[in-house]
């Protein structure tokens, strides 16, 4: 693993001594978690193993016994013509979490996991996904490493039920169809053509196939985009499912509340590069800062606020005006404009979320020129 | 799990994949009317020219042949034609747009095995065409045609060089539209060279021998040589081996997966 690339930190030490500073006033930013509705039964197995998803929801957890990594990335380049789409990208992925790669669209995200998955040959570099190498044991791996393209295209008569008995066919030892078809809620689609199927039906078809050869590794590409927010919090429950089973997942996506739901640890790919790789909880705490929110009593100018010690952008929505920055902005900012003779109402502070820490990490910009943006 | 299986068990779980995928193929074809590709034109063409030779007994430019029986191996091409050309090279590009190839190809089966499938469904669209035609003309128009090993052999060469024509277009078209654009610029000059309008015997010349050494007029002329029990010129086997060996060549060399 480079160190220049990955930003290694304390995760704890940060988010405790940030949470003791700022006072949370309303929870309306806190992020949605805590939804582990088990809405599905457990996915079906086809042999006697004994289901780990059988567990209460929250009980199952990741096993924390130092397992060795299960995917190692060292290195990674690739490039398309004169375009270099990953530029010397190394992580490694432990058996059983969920590993986000998040990142602006065009980073380097699909490339990196297509390159873990075989699908693409790596410029440089070493990956190897539990010891073998995705170049010279593509046919091993496949059957072990279950995948889901960003557009699963299907021929568009096929029937759910076809495609994932024609998936199974495909492996040695596959989930049964009927079984899984069921746990993933879409049982009774079995004779509806891939063409009549909505975005989250077809998303579901797509997790299905990923998951029919029972691998060990399930790699989902921007799985959620496209669905509305039921059908999106359906799916992460379904994503939770997976890991319960133990099957290490590879998450990419690009929204970062996705990632800060799902996932255990994740990278940030930013042209081509890892900008941070963490659990969600210590890149948030270190880099997300502190956002304020509230509505002064009479206009106060750019330069005012940004005359205030910590704040680095500013934000002004209806008689909203947020800033966000770091150290004990609310404070600061209450007596900046104390002494303004600006007294201040509906004011709301809270920890910055994952959203916030990827803008500025993928912002390669100084304060200044944040502001005006 | 992680043990290597043993090689006798993988080649009956590919044979198990190979039957599976050949099973949806076939399924797919039944929905989408698929399997009338080859059946549709030619029976019309077959009742038409059927309809003519009741109008106009008697043989065709000295030939010895009825209009029936001269233009009933070119029905059989063009029934190949359909198949090869309009066919299979839309549903392969059509795979590979939407990215059903590059799906599969995450699988354990290579996208090699779905080709192979897709071709052997084709292959058996092909035979059962032929046999429907077959039955048509011989058992309800009554044509003296004789059906033995050398015609199914010759008939085999003919679908089989349809097919590797139909998979240059495959090849070298980046879109299903493309595709049937292309395909579509081929098949009236191979409908015409397979004497659809006119047959060689009536045009002579130049002309003639143009057909003669098309890829059509080739398996055209060999289909008829075989159904009257005679022993095709080897001219029209060696023309149609050595169109199907440049087509071959050609889809290999432009064929792309993604």
Known sequence: MSPSAVVQGPASSCVDSQSGTYEVLSPIYSTAGGINSSRHPPLGRSRGEPMSADKAPGEASVAPTEPGPIVAVQHLVKRYGDLVAVNDVSFSIRKGEIFGIVGPNGAGKTTTVECISGLRVPDSGQIFVDGLSPRTDRKKMREFVGVQLQEGALPPIITVGEAVELFASFYRDPLTPDRLLESLGIGELKQKQFQKLSGGQKQRLSIALALVGNPRIAILDELTTGLDPEARRETWDLIEHIRERGVTVILVTHFMDEAERLCDRLALIDHGVVRVLDTPEAITARVGGVRVRFVPSVPVDDSTLRAIPGVETIERKDRYITVTGTGDLATSVLDALRKAGVSVSELEARKGNLDDAFVKLTRNAGPEERDSA | ?258
């Open chain 2, 1 to 258: 799990m992680t043990s290597d299986p043993s090689p006798s068990r993988t080649r009956e779980r590919t044979r198990g994949a190979f039957s599976e995928l050949l099973k949806v193929q076939w399924r797919l074809a039944l929905r989408q009317r698929y399997i009338f590709t080859g059946l549709v034109l030619p029976t019309a063409l077959l009742v038409v020219f059927w309809a003519i030779g009741r109008l106009n007994p008697g043989e065709v430019a000295g030939s010895g042949l009825t209009i029936l029986e001269l233009w009933t191996p070119t029905i059989l091409v063009i029934s190949y034609i359909a198949i090869g050309l309009l066919g299979l090279p839309a549903t392969f590009a059509r795979d590979r747009e939407i990215g059903w190839l590059r799906r599969v190809s995450t699988t354990p089966i290579p996208p090699s095995m779905l080709l192979a499938a897709q071709l052997l469904l084709n292959l058996i669209i092909a035979a059962v065409a032929t046999a429907f035609l077959l039955i048509v003309t011989i058992a309800i128009f009554g044509a003296p045609l004789t059906v033995g090993v050398e015609f199914v052999g010759i008939a085999f060469l003919a679908i089989v060089e349809m097919f590797s024509l139909g998979m240059v277009v495959a090849a070298i078209a980046p879109s299903q539209q493309a595709a049937e654009y292309i395909a579509g610029g081929f098949v009236f000059p191979l409908m015409f060279l397979s004497g659809l309008w006119v047959q060689p015997v009536q045009v002579g010349g130049a002309l003639a021998t143009i057909m003669y050494y098309s890829p059509t007029g080739a398996a055209v002329r060999a289909i008829l040589y075989s159904v009257f029990n005679a022993v095709p010129p080897y001219t029209t086997l060696v023309t149609m081996v050595v169109y199907t060996v440049i087509f071959a060549f050609i889809a290999v060399r432009f064929f792309r997966w993604e």
